[in-house]
């Protein structure tokens, strides 16, 4: 069935504002997705502060176009919704998509996105989407400068020892 102009309209605004707020984007590609399994993944990527909509990739390609990002937009196959998210942690909307593909054994794949105002790949998104989060990236960074530290106590402790 035909979508009318009017709401045509409508989702190219909507799929805009999205665009428009949107720290970073992943293009997701979902293909024999069970009604349960799509419920759920919404529901996870609700709770993560994930957002996810699915429009006419027509209506998408205007909206992105649009925007203005900088590089070559990537082919859109198959039917594609966008993940954005507005936070702080940028990598969180494909790296949720990431996580569920392995989940559902492909049923959902990242197929591109948008990352710091730029068209990426696939490649480049399924990278992006296997760096951790941002809190283990923190804590891995304390542990870098705790190193040094530790094994001067532990050295210094060896010393004391040697001394008694």
């Given at each position: 069935?035909?979508?009318?102009?009017?709401?045509?309209?409508?989702?190219?605004?909507?799929?805009?504002?999205?665009?428009?707020?949107?720290?970073?984007?992943?293009?997701?590609?979902?293909?024999?997705?069970?009604?349960?399994?799509?419920?759920?993944?919404?529901?996870?990527?609700?709770?993560?502060?994930?957002?996810?909509?699915?429009?006419?990739?027509?209506?998408?390609r205007r909206a992105l176009i649009e925007r203005g990002y900088t590089g070559?937009?990537?082919?859109?196959?198959?039917?594609?919704?966008?993940?954005?998210?507005?936070?702080?942690?940028?990598?969180?909307?494909?790296?949720?998509?990431?996580?569920?593909?392995?989940?559902?054994?492909?049923?959902?794949?990242?197929?591109?996105?948008?990352?710091?105002?730029?068209?990426?790949?696939?490649?480049?998104?399924?990278?992006?989407?296997?760096?951790?989060?941002?809190?283990?990236?923190?804590?891995?960074?304390?542990?870098?400068?705790?190193?040094?530290?530790?094994?001067?106590?532990?050295?210094?402790?060896?010393?004391?020892?040697?001394?008694?």
């Amino acid at each position: 069935m035909a979508i009318t102009k009017d709401k045509k309209r409508d989702i190219l605004a909507k799929v805009g504002e999205a665009l428009a707020e949107a720290t970073s984007v992943a293009f997701v590609s979902f293909s024999k997705l069970t009604v349960m399994d799509a419920s759920a993944m919404r529901r996870a990527l609700k709770q993560e502060g994930v957002r996810y909509f699915v429009a006419k990739k027509t209506l998408m390609r205007r909206a992105l176009i649009e925007r203005g990002y900088t590089g070559e937009m990537p082919s859109l196959p198959g039917e594609v919704a966008l993940a954005w998210t507005t936070g702080e942690d940028t990598t969180v909307p494909s790296r949720s998509i990431y996580t569920f593909g392995k989940k559902l054994k492909g049923a959902v794949t990242l197929v591109g996105g948008v990352f710091e105002g730029a068209f990426r790949d696939a490649e480049q998104i399924t990278a992006i989407a296997t760096i951790p989060p941002l809190l283990v990236l923190r804590g891995m960074f304390v542990n870098v400068i705790n190193s040094p530290i530790q094994g001067l106590v532990i050295a210094l402790d060896k010393i004391r020892e040697a001394k008694v």
